[in-house]
């Protein structure tokens, strides 16, 4: 299986800084990858899907880049309510799996 | 707007079955673009994918996962369901069902993960 590695861990950003997140793919999976987002206590939220699509209703300071192997995800100006865990996830093999998660803290 | 609702005992007992079930509103379960989903999040973990079943009623699992569930859909109650036997303290989780927008061929299903229920948490202990 594709093993979706995510980096930082972790990510310490000011409010209305940019956060820059990684995934990398250990194989090609075109621009087949999804982002979630996910606050304690809540179930993932779709962010982006098709590495730069965003999903319905999602603010344009979320944004999605990459295709292959290389991935980014980019919060433009970190707002209160960014403050979360984020995932990513592959679905152009079977089976999809996703990364371990990078939590972007409050600086 | 969709909906999804798990439900189910939140406490089982080593070796025995959990069963969950996920209740879909505002959609049918049986319409077209999407198929459904289960995945469980351990404590302080990340995600994994168990597996998906299409409005067909054909299934899909995840492989370590593969002889230990059963996962079916009731499309006249437009819910689907979860069953996984000889359960152990290591899947203590928390079950999230989702709707996940892709397609499904006859070996395997693509797509990402469109809605999610709020998510339930099953525990194993005796």
């Known amino acids: 299986e594709i093993v979706m590695t995510q980096s930082p861990a972790a990510l310490s950003v000011s409010p209305g800084e940019r956060a820059t997140l990684s995934c990398r793919a250990s194989?090609?999976?075109?621009?087949?990858l999804a982002w979630y987002q996910q606050k304690p206590g809540q179930a993932p939220r779709l962010l982006i899907y098709?590495?730069?699509t965003r999903a319905t209703g999602i603010p344009a300071r979320f944004s999605g880049s990459g295709s292959g192997t290389e991935f980014t995800l980019t919060i433009s100006s970190l707002q209160s309510e960014d403050f979360a865990v984020y995932y990513c996830?592959?679905?152009?093999?079977?089976?999809?799996?996703f990364g371990q998660g990078t939590k972007v803290e409050i600086k | 707007q969709v909906q999804l609702q798990e439900s189910g005992p939140g406490l089982v007992k080593p070796s025995q079955t959990l069963s969950l079930t996920c209740t879909v509103s505002?959609?049918?379960?049986?319409?077209?673009?999407?198929?459904w989903s289960w995945i469980r999040q351990h404590p302080g973990k990340g995600l994994e994918w168990i597996g998906d079943?299409?409005?067909?009623?054909?299934?899909y699992q995840n492989p370590p996962l593969k002889s230990r569930i059963i996962i079916s859909v009731d499309t006249s109650k437009n819910q689907f369901s979860l069953k996984l036997s000889s359960v152990t303290s290591a899947d203590t989780a928390v079950y999230y069902c989702?709707?996940?927008?892709?397609?499904?061929?006859?070996?395997?299903?693509?797509?990402?993960?469109?809605?999610w229920g709020q998510g339930t948490l099953v525990t194993v202990s005796s």
């Open positions: 989702a709707r996940v927008r892709g397609y499904c061929d006859t070996s395997s299903c693509y797509g990402f993960f469109y809605s």
């Open positions: 505002g959609v049918s379960i049986s319409s077209g673009g999407y198929y």
């Open positions: 079943i299409h409005n067909s009623g054909k299934t």
């Open positions: 194989q090609s999976v075109s621009s087949n």
């Open positions: 098709g590495a730069s």
């Open positions: 996830h592959q679905y152009d093999n079977w089976p999809s799996t």
